[in-house]
């Protein structure tokens, strides 16, 4: 664990914690963390602590968008659910719309880690006036996403993979497999479309469901529209 507090321990009254999930802090980071405030301990930790006394702000940090951090994050938001805490998500790359899905779980925010080494106090301030913060280059999408979900009782029409949302998950042969299962194809119809055999197909599948933790091809669709990972186009 690292933890600094400022000269004058006895003003800290409020902690910031970080959870390194993935352990991509820097030296340099963790020194430019641990000095954010002058008011307020930071504590770095790589697991959840069992003591949360006077934790205002958690951010769990994450490397990327694969599916062992999206069930982390998920299980993360669910201790602290019921805790006077800001709870955010703070990326290494750059934050994309597919972690819109955990404001369900009254997530507070998403911001990335150079943003926040830029701009930590206008983080925290935004999170003590407000209760929310979202980093600007998400405004736009945040948009997009209220306008879609205020077209959800038109008919769908398809729907579609959000290939830029498992581009770092998926294979390009998996992603055209996965939006060809959610046109309705079977595997020979696939197989053709795709103009390989049938067995490569099948193949392809098995990797997919593995790599989404599915049991077969209808639970797969139903994880991947549970993680906003499909546009429905109406």
């Not at 805790?83 to 750059?94: C, E, S, V």
Request: with cysteine; hydrophobic share 40%; net charge negative.
């Amino acid at each position: 664990m690292h933890s600094m507090y400022s000269p004058q321990d006895t003003a800290i009254t409020e902690k910031v914690l970080f959870i390194d999930y993935d352990q991509c802090l820097s030296d340099e980071n963790v020194e430019t963390l641990t000095s954010i405030s002058s008011d307020k301990e930071v504590i770095i930790e790589k697991s959840f602590p069992t003591d949360l006394d006077k934790i205002r702000y958690v951010f769990f940090l994450i490397d990327d968008f694969h599916i062992d951090s999206f069930n982390w994050l998920e299980s993360m938001l669910a201790e602290v659910k019921d805790r006077n805490t800001y709870r955010m998500i703070m990326t290494k790359a750059a934050p994309t719309r597919s972690l819109f899905q955990f404001f369900a779980q009254e997530l507070s925010g998403i911001v990335s880690l150079d943003y926040f080494l830029q701009q930590s106090d206008r983080v925290l301030e935004t999170l003590d006036e407000y209760g929310v913060f979202l980093e600007q280059s998400l405004h736009c999408d945040l948009v997009t996403e209220l306008h879609r979900k205020k077209l959800k009782d038109r008919p769908i029409k398809r729907l579609v993979l959000r290939t830029e949302d498992v581009q770092y998950i998926l294979t390009e042969n998996e992603k055209k497999v996965l939006q060809n299962i959610l046109d309705g194809h079977n595997n020979r119809k696939i197989a053709e479309i795709m103009f390989l055999a049938p067995s490569t197909i099948s193949t392809v599948i098995s990797h997919l469901l593995k790599k989404l933790g599915a049991n077969d091809r209808t639970d797969a669709m139903v994880q991947i529209i549970r993680r906003g990972w499909v546009d429905a186009v109406r």
